[in-house]
């Protein structure tokens, strides 16, 4: 299967610090999903993004499918922002492989 | 908006135990999906389901079972229940293969699962 890759593990961040987090993957794909899981639990789909950039308020995703990598960013960062970001992929099929997320903190 | 819903929160069950965890959509979704999620593994796939009655396994279907009778419906059975399979289980849905790849994945609240 389709390997996935998140750098970094873990971002501990000062509320209002912008940052960036990585995917790679290790083969073609026409579907990438960005999601949040909050502390709860609870996973949501921050975007889908084969290709190209997507904006969503203080969120932004870019894939680059030529070069195999999809990023995020966090701008602004608050309190709300907490949890396990995961990037998933597939390809062709119903699947999709998960990364093992980062882990962000954003302290107040 | 899509509601997907799992039968539990939280579960605690003995060792050989037979486990039921329901899930319900209510967006007439075609496909659904069980996950289970560990520490630094991520989501890793279980069973599929893109029809009533069809499965496919996913990438650990060892010790699982499942069973679609209904389109809204998507259970997922631990036939004997280890300590290994202490977890936190997720269930999923999305729209029908379109052709360009799945369509988004919408999750269920989670079940956290714990065999003694």
């Known amino acids: 299967g389709i390997q996935v890759e998140q750098s970094p593990p873990d971002l501990i961040l000062q509320e209002g610090a912008n940052s960036t987090l990585r995917c790679n993957f290790s083969?073609?794909?026409?579907?990438l999903q960005w999601f949040h899981q909050n502390p709860w639990g609870q996973l949501i789909n921050l975007f889908y993004?084969?290709?190209g950039t997507k904006q969503n308020g203080r969120l932004s995703a870019t894939t680059v499918a030529t070069e195999r990598y999809s990023l995020l960013y966090i701008s602004s960062s608050q309190t709300t922002d907490s949890g396990v970001y995961f990037c998933?992929?597939?390809?062709?099929?119903?699947?999709?492989?998960f990364g093992a997320g980062t882990t962000v903190t954003v302290r107040a | 908006d899509v509601k997907v819903t799992q039968s539990s929160r939280y579960l605690v069950k003995r060792t050989g135990e037979k486990v039921f965890l329901e899930c319900v959509q209510d967006?007439?979704?075609?496909?659904m999906f069980w996950y289970r999620q560990d520490p630094g593994l991520g989501l890793r796939l279980i069973y599929f389901?893109?029809?009533?009655?069809?499965?496919e396994k996913g990438d650990i279907p060892e010790g699982y079972s499942v069973s679609r009778e209904k389109k809204e419906r998507f259970s997922l059975i631990l036939e004997s229940a280890s300590t290994n399979q202490t977890s936190m289980y997720l269930c999923?849905?999305?729209?029908?293969?379109?052709?360009?790849?799945?369509?988004?994945?919408?999750f269920g609240p989670g079940t956290r699962l714990l065999v003694l």
């Open positions: 999923a849905s999305s729209p029908l293969y379109s052709g360009t790849g799945v369509e988004t994945q919408y």
């Open positions: 083969d073609s794909v026409n579907n």
């Open positions: 993004i084969p290709s």
């Open positions: 998933a992929v597939g390809s062709n099929d119903y699947k999709l492989s």
């Open positions: 967006m007439d979704h075609e496909n």
């Open positions: 389901s893109y029809d009533v009655k069809m499965k």
